[in-house]
């Protein structure tokens, strides 16, 4: 949890040094980025707001994912969470965003899509994206945990690399 710490703090100063404000969209996480992020002080000066959609309703409603991408690909998808980190960055006043979905287990997995398989979308208003999927051992908190890191270190080296 230290390293966890750590990395939001270097995240927030990177994030201030590139006048870049943050926000997230999170299903399987449940706000476990925004957490991680708003433990350090003085983030609300690089942090605007997070979107936890845990239903595909509120992927719609708040994100603007469409029905089809959902019914095409289900809500863990490449393609959800890029509808869902474009969405984040335009209904908020942040110019970056994380978007995460995925099966944190014990239930919901399927043949295709294991236990532990969560998808990313990181995206800016210059029109950089990446998404990416991932797959983690362990159980519904370790999947959870390791998908917050993985969101925080991509944004930081990302960060890290432009500055």
Same mark, same amino acid.
């Given at each position: 949890?230290?390293?966890?710490? $750590?990395?939001?703090? &270097?995240?927030?100063?990177?994030? #201030?040094?590139?006048? %870049?404000? %943050?926000?997230?969209?999170? *299903? ?8 991680? $992020? ?9 942090? /605007?707001?997070?979107? $936890?959609?845990? *239903? ?8 603007? +994912?469409?029905?089809?991408? %959902?019914? *095409?690909?289900?809500? +863990? ?7 869902? =980190?474009?969405?984040? =960055?335009?209904?908020? #006043? ?18 295709? @899509?294991?236990?532990?398989? =969560?998808?990313?979308?990181?995206? /800016? ?5 990446? =998404? ?6 362990? /159980?519904? *908190?370790?999947?959870?945990? &390791? ?5 925080? @270190? ?10």
């Amino acid at each position: 949890m230290e390293s966890q710490q $750590i990395l939001s703090q &270097q995240l927030g100063e990177l994030l #201030n040094q590139h006048h %870049l404000v %943050l926000t997230t969209a999170e *299903s399987c996480t449940g706000g476990g980025v925004s957490a991680a $992020i708003t433990d350090i002080a003085g983030s609300s000066a690089w942090f /605007d707001r997070a979107f $936890i959609t845990y *239903s595909n309703e509120a992927k719609m409603e708040m994100l603007g +994912v469409t029905e089809q991408t %959902l019914q *095409s690909f289900g809500a +863990v998808s490449e393609q959800t969470v890029e509808e869902m =980190v474009k969405g984040a =960055v335009a209904n908020s #006043n942040a110019n970056i965003g994380v978007s995460i979905s995925g099966i944190a287990g014990p239930g919901g997995a399927t043949e295709d @899509k294991p236990v532990g398989t =969560v998808c990313f979308g990181w995206a /800016d208003e210059t029109g950089w994206l990446k =998404v990416a999927t991932y797959h983690f051992a362990g /159980d519904r *908190s370790q999947v959870r945990q &390791q998908a917050v890191e993985t969101a925080l @270190k991509v944004l930081y080296e990302k960060l890290l690399s432009h500055s």
